[in-house]
């Protein structure tokens, strides 16, 4: 069967043991915890939404291997309808949970790797391609929630990977043996991959002749020994953690955006699941394919979906004080839904645009520019959107008591009469709580730094921007010669 | 999977599944899902399989459960009837 049942995920789920750590504690079992459970819920919900007739557009596609249906999760894009699709799902799922979904990277990853293995067999002979086809229709048959890793650890920045004091800052190769290789080192910033059942690692950045240990894409079975994941903490881990209620959270199933730092430790990879290993030449364009769909999606889509939400709670405060009507309060609204749909526009626009790479292959990928350009703009956006939020929300959204307080016998009456407004007080701290989570918690480095920080795309904008030809078009009309 | 002389489950994978699960049970001597050292107290390669020996008394139900997490882990999944290419021996 092509397409698996929330409740089947979840049922493998419940077999999965990696070896998770959290908050200072090994996790047993990722469905009782309540941090990794929260992650474990979000994509459960992938599943369920393909399982939905209404989104069966956005969220079912097929396979180009096998002509099943399958979770887009797992599509290879061959046309602009699928790299349209791509970019509605990222806003849908967003929606949705108002989190990650886990399965987007890997998504990502998966199409660079499509058009990278089959160049690298094209020029170099090699058998990349045939193996990555066999190991997503695999994947596909199954339905494998597959997630991705890209950012290694890197180290002192000054230095190129091999010279590092501590080459696990990359991770890189051990060992090559006849059914497969042994790598170690550690990817940081990773999303979701404790509850994937397999996770495609592509090499961080271009690599240079020299560094071809580094230069390794492979997909790992996330059980694999050697293989750890440590969890991020912070206040809203703890605050899961510790809460005795947690839809008093501010996003109570779903929670923030749950990544590991993933340390491999001698780790087997057999040769069936490695599709780079040594190339260095093709680490740079296996990276920037992956970069050209994530900024598409993750900037100009997924991004857009969680501004929906906020821009649906900040009404909603604005409505519970009854300042909804107030000019200065719209206009903050109107500009909240422009910087957003501006990047949604540029999502759309990086699809539409989007042509076959490399020709021959049947891969499409979005336009570069516009995709840099959507999640350029998403990275400052979003700060403006969550600024804008917290000016509407008031000081309630960092200020207020816990929803509980207000059936405690002692406090509650006054804590209600203090906090009813146009209306009840549990309302107000229920949008106040979910804004908090917004504007004050993960998600604005989260998105600054998601799909690459805005440097990189200053940089990738600068490549590609024809500067000369619009001097020269000023210059005619200006009637300036050479 | 073999338990007591009788097939007990048989599992799907990618080609090298069954080289990542030796690994673990040769080199790395743990079994995929169970992180605790130990486990296994014995494991060596036979007649194109792997006889795998594992510490403490288990019924055949309790061996194909923990077979069963471990295979999941390695990305084997269960699979109705075929024609194996590889055994694993428990006891």
Known sequence: ?482 | MKIDNKVRGTYEGLGGTFASFVYCCLDKKVLPGFHEAGLIAEAELKDGGVLLTLSGKHNAIKLMEVMDIALLNIGALPKAGGKAEWFIEVK
């Open chain 1, 1 to 482: 069967m092509a397409l698996k049942t929330a409740q089947e995920y979840l049922d493998t789920v419940k077999k999965l043991s990696p070896r998770v750590y959290c908050g200072g504690k090994w996790v047993k079992n990722l469905l009782t915890n309540k941090v990794t459970r929260s992650m474990v819920t979000a994509n459960a919900q992938m599943y369920a939404l393909a399982e939905d007739p209404q989104h069966k557009n956005v969220m079912v596609a097929t396979s180009h291997l096998t002509g099943e249906p399958i979770n887009r999760n797992l599509n290879v894009a061959r046309s602009i309808h699928d790299l349209d699709m791509r970019q509605e799902m990222a806003l849908l799922t967003s929606q949705t949970v108002g989190t990650c979904n886990y399965r987007c990277v890997g998504c990502d990853a998966l199409n660079s790797l499509a058009a990278t293995t089959w160049e690298m067999d094209r020029d170099l002979g090699t058998k990349y391609n045939e193996r990555f086809n066999k190991w997503l229709a695999f994947a596909q048959a199954n339905d494998l929630a597959v997630s991705g890793a890209i950012t290694d650890a890197k180290g002192d920045r000054k230095k190129r990977p091999s010279q590092q004091d501590e080459p696990d800052t990359y991770v890189h190769l051990v060992e090559k043996r006849e059914d497969g290789i042994v790598v170690r080192g550690i990817k940081v910033s990773q999303s979701g991959a404790i509850g994937s059942h397999e996770t495609l690692v592509l090499p961080g950045g271009a690599l240079r002749e020299g560094e071809e240990a580094f230069a390794l894409a492979f997909a790992v079975q996330n059980g694999s020994p050697g293989l750890t994941y440590i969890c991020q903490y912070n206040a809203y881990s703890a605050e899961r953690e510790l809460c005795d209620e947690e839809a008093e959270l501010g996003n109570p199933l779903y929670g923030q955006r749950e990544t590991s730092t993933m340390v491999f430790e001698n780790v087997f990879i057999p040769w069936e699941r490695v599709f780079l290993c040594g190339e260095t030449k093709y680490c740079g364009r296996m990276v920037t394919r992956f970069a050209k769909a994530h900024r598409m999606n993750c900037g100009g889509a997924c991004k857009v979906g969680f501004a929906d939400l906020i821009i649906g709670a900040t009404l909603l405060a604005a409505e519970y004080i009854g300042v909804d009507k107030v000019s200065h309060i719209q206009e903050k609204i109107i500009d909240m839904v422009r910087l957003s749909e501006t990047s949604h526009a540029c999502a759309i626009a990086a699809a539409m645009r989007g042509r076959e790479e490399p020709k021959g292959s049947g891969v499409f990928l979005p336009d570069d520019l516009f995709g840099n350009a959507a999640k350029l703009n998403i990275a400052d956006g979003f700060w403006e959107i969550i600024k804008n939020a917290g000016d509407i929300g008031g000081g309630l959204v960092v200020t207020a008591p816990r929803l509980k307080d207000l059936e405690n016998p002692e406090v509650g009456p006054m804590l209600k009469k203090a906090f009813s407004a146009a209306a009840p007080a549990d309302k107000r701290l229920r949008v106040a709580k979910f804004i908090q989570h917004w504007s004050a918690g993960l998600h604005g480095p989260g998105t600054w730094h998601g799909a690459g920080a805005p440097q990189t795309q200053r940089f990738m904008i600068s490549v590609l921007t024809d500067f000369e030809s619009k001097k020269k078009m000023a210059k005619k009309i200006m009637g300036l010669k050479d």
